[in-house]
């Protein structure tokens, strides 16, 4: 698997399958998730509802598929990351579990290439440095016991977050 990193909009990625950092509702909400249900349009909102229905709200730390509807994306893969309260193991093992349960979604979906944003570190306040350092060692970890997944970008929409990401991924 090869790992890229780039600064920009998650929404434009021509990718099998981009993550949304959803909520526990999966009704849409703001930052990037705003972004992808107002670029994807209403079948992506109109599944998850129909996910809703059945099984319920989505936990921290699973994940769940819908189509990208009218993004360049074949997926969305909606994961729900921990809200960073106490900084206690317990969340940053829910942050790690949104990343292998994406990975994990994709890889039953035949999914090879897959683009990811900063999970919970907007308005989730997970630190950043600490979010990046989670993100990478999961899907390193990930990577170590299946490589079906070719391609793996992680999308970074500030200068701040590409920045962390790029230099934890060169140590």
């Not at 990351?81 to 579990?97: D, M």
């Not at 900063?118 to 989670?134: C, H, L, Q």
Request: net charge positive; hydrophobic share 40%.
């Amino acid at each position: 698997m090869k790992i890229t990193l780039i600064q920009g909009d998650i929404t434009k990625m021509e990718v099998d399958a981009i993550v949304n950092a959803a909520n526990t509702s999966l009704l849409g909400g703001g930052g990037v998730d705003g972004a992808i249900h107002r670029a994807g349009g209403p079948a992506i909102l109109e599944e998850c509802r129909r996910i809703r229905d059945r099984q319920g709200r989505c936990a921290p730390g699973e994940a769940v598929i819908t189509t990208a509807g009218k993004l360049p994306a074949k997926y969305v893969i909606h994961t729900v990351g921990p809200v960073w309260n106490k900084g206690n193991e317990e969340e940053k093992g829910l942050l790690r579990s949104a990343y292998i349960s994406s990975l994990q979604l994709a890889v039953k979906n035949g999914v090879g290439t897959i683009a990811f944003p900063n999970i919970s570190t907007g308005v989730y306040r997970f630190p950043k440095e600490v979010a990046a350092e989670i993100a990478i060692a999961a899907v390193k970890d990930f990577m170590a016991q299946d490589n079906r997944i070719s391609n793996l970008i992680f999308v970074c929409y500030e200068k701040e977050n590409y920045d962390l990401y790029s230099r934890i991924l060169q140590s």
